[in-house]
């Protein structure tokens, strides 16, 4: 019945990331207590200034330019300016339902070799396979908190100084939370220049760096950079769909060409959605302290995490941004094999059977299957909870115990069922 799919597609599975979020809510339905760790959605609400704007702009129904609202475009332009310091005309910016759908468009108008660094998001690589690009998977190093090294770099480059290539650069990562130093940047940059590979940085968990102090690369090689970025992680907005890419002048002829792809596919984002979101750019003090609120909450559970995992032998790396972290159970890898459990998705389909907590395996992040790491996603937590404590009872103070108890207990007892399921295989065994 499937002789005439397109060969590209077979094979291909839905993205890892949908189907656990399905799967556990399909469990959560039959009457299972399920820990949501696998699915990385924001917890928090939209900010109201940007749910105003909403409601404002439902009524508009109007195609919009292929590239995107022009006030939205300049209100993205002038915040990268004053957040970022980086200049980038609206001209540049191409707006999208979602920065997964212009990833797709353009690996599909570059004619070029796919750069990704392992582990690296679940999509890129399908996306890659499904336009028939070729896919170079650059290994990282848990000694390098999993982040690609120049050095790295240069000795896939250096094989083939003149191939076309786009390398992927998502920091803070998904799906270890990790970030890069600007000394890192700086050395990346100074390859990509040699080579001139087009760097892709995804930048969709930057305004979450957890002290507020995200670079972008593009500060050290402007006129090859893409900046990917959206509304769906600082802004809790997934659901909208709304993305967006910042071109250099240098690389006008791609974003041309997503444009002409663009009109011929998706057509133009939703009109009511792109007028909401230039309040979400604007100048406004609710809306930095919502992200500063979001930050230092994400912060707090992420190393509250990270030092208990560690604290028993599950190291990662601690997190610098997002809601991710990536643990290793390497310390436990002889006694889970006696258990049967030789390889990450064994791993976590065991421990989501045994005790409902929903990781996902670090095989669907491109690591080798025997590879005992998985991602963790600290969002299971009522978000707006979390804000409202966090801008009253803790406006003035740190969080603590106390805040942890209040809006993530489910979470906490998700990593004591991990320490304890842990336990009783040592137990069996011994």
């Not at 399920?34 to 609400?45: A, E």
């Not at 997964?100 to 468009?105: A, N, Q, Y």
């Not at 908190?145 to 770099?153: P, Q, S, V």
Request: proline share 5%.
């Amino acid at each position: 019945m499937n002789n005439n799919l397109n060969p590209n597609i077979r094979g291909l599975k839905k993205s890892a990331t949908l189907a656990i979020n399905e799967r556990s809510k399909a469990l959560a339905a039959q009457g299972k207590q399920i820990y949501k760790l696998g699915f990385g959605q924001s917890p928090f609400p939209v900010p109201m200034p940007v749910v105003e704007g909403l409601k404002e702009f439902a009524h508009t129904k109007d195609y919009l330019d292929v590239r995107g609202l022009l006030p939205l475009r300049k209100a993205i332009s002038a915040y990268y300016q004053r957040k970022h310091q980086i200049s980038c005309r609206a001209e540049n910016i191409q707006i999208g339902p979602g920065s997964k759908e212009l990833l797709f468009i353009l690996q599909l108008v570059f004619d070029g070799d796919l750069l990704i660094p392992n582990p690296s998001w679940v999509s890129y690589s399908p996306q890659a396979l499904m336009v028939g690009k070729k896919v170079v998977w650059l290994s990282t190093k848990s000694a390098n908190n999993w982040m690609l090294t120049a050095e790295e770099l240069e000795a896939i480059c250096q094989k083939d100084p003149k191939r076309p290539r786009i390398l992927i650069l998502n920091y803070p990562s998904n799906p270890t939370g990790a970030s890069y130093s600007r000394k890192q940047l700086q050395e990346m940059a100074t390859v990509a220049q040699k080579y001139k590979v087009i760097l892709l940085s995804d930048e969709i968990y930057g305004e979450l760096n957890h002290t507020d102090q995200h670079l972008s690369i593009a500060h050290y090689y402007p006129e090859g950079t893409i900046i990917s970025s959206g509304l769906s992680k600082w802004c809790g907005a997934g659901g909208w769909r709304l993305g967006f890419f910042i071109f250099p002048d240098q690389l006008s002829w791609i974003i041309d060409a997503m444009s002409i792809v663009a009109s011929e596919t998706f057509t133009s984002t939703s009109a009511p959605i792109q007028y909401a979101a230039i309040a979400a750019f604007e100048e406004n003090p609710e809306i930095d302290q919502y992200l500063l609120d979001a930050q230092r909450i994400l912060r707090f559970i992420g190393e509250t995490i990270h030092s208990k995992l560690n604290s028993h032998q599950i190291n990662s790396p601690k997190p610098q941004g997002g809601f991710y972290l990536f643990p290793d159970f390497s310390a436990y890898q002889s006694k889970l094999a006696d258990q049967g459990i030789t390889n990450s998705t064994q791993l976590c389909e065991q421990l989501l059977e045994n005790t409902g907590v929903a990781l996902l395996p670090s095989y669907d992040f491109g690591r080798p299957s025997d590879e005992l790491t998985a991602r963790l996603s600290y969002v299971d937590f009522d978000g707006a909870k979390a804000l409202k404590l966090a801008q009253t009872t803790y406006q003035n103070k740190d969080l603590d115990q106390t805040f942890l108890d209040i809006c993530c207990c489910e979470m906490l007892e998700a990593i004591n069922k991990i320490l304890v399921w842990l336990n009783d295989r040592i137990q069996k065994i011994c």
